[in-house]
Nanobody
Framework: QVQLVESGGGLVRAGDSLRLSCAASGRTFSIYSMAWFRQAPGKEREFVALIRWSDGYTYYADSVKGRFTISRDNAKNTLYLQMNSLKTEDTAVYYC?????????????????WGQGTQVTVSS
């Protein structure tokens, strides 16, 4: 099992930037990929971005492509999400997730371990 702890959320204005972090511990050697998901009030949790741990391959949801960047620091076992040009519609609780499956997936069911989430609120 992998333990995940997110940080870096907060209240910002539209157009601002924010960087989220997700520290992984436990069986980190088993991680194949990690991802960020988000859940806005009254909506289902949705995929944001993923990264393959070994080579840094990334994939993004269309809604964040060109504005968000997912990255990782293997030495620190930490995942990041750099969010630029934030919009009010980016307001959500952001979750990081880890997968041991050697298949990259955008569905929640593809991930084994989840963090507790961090709130991001973007005001107009």
């Amino acid at each position: 099992q992998v333990q995940l702890v997110e940080s870096g959320g907060g209240l910002v204005r539209a157009g601002d930037s924010l960087r989220l972090s997700c520290a992984a511990s436990g069986r980190t050697f088993s991680i194949y990929s990690m991802a960020w998901f988000r859940q806005a009030p009254g909506k289902e949790r949705e995929f944001v971005a993923l990264i393959r741990w070994s080579d840094g391959y990334t994939y993004y949801a269309d809604s964040v492509k060109g504005r968000f960047t997912i990255s990782r620091d293997n030495a620190k076992n930490t995942l990041y999400l750099q969010m630029n040009s934030l919009k009010t519609e980016d307001t959500a609780v952001y979750y990081c997730a880890a997968s041991t499956s050697e298949t990259l997936r955008t569905a929640e069911s593809g991930y084994d371990d989840w963090g507790q989430g961090t709130q991001v609120t973007v005001s107009s």
